[in-house]
């Protein structure tokens, strides 16, 4: 995956003109680079193939449970 890149020196420039302190601004710029540049951000590619294994979870999953369900009827119902 991929982070988003940006310039920490600049946003911290932007913080300080906003009224942030020196030390506020780095901590805030620091600390969104970190959080943007981890490993916890998510890809559309990553999203689309775990939604896909997903749906086919769940297609083979209401499918055994129709045969269940139609085998369980047939079980039940007494020949004529």
């Given amino acids: 995956m991929n982070a988003v890149p940006f310039d920490t020196l600049k946003l911290a420039d932007r913080l300080q ?3 942030f302190t020196v030390e506020q601004a780095k901590a805030a710029a620091t600390a969104l680079a970190d959080a943007m540049g981890g490993a916890d951000l998510v890809t559309k590619e990553y999203l689309d193939s775990r ?4 749906e086919q979870r769940i297609t083979i999953k209401m499918g055994s449970m129709m045969v269940i369900a139609v085998g369980a009827v047939a079980a039940l ?3 004529l």
């Fill in 51 to 54: 939604l896909g294994d997903l």
């Fill in 17 to 19: 003109s906003g009224g």
């Fill in 77 to 79: 119902v007494k020949p």
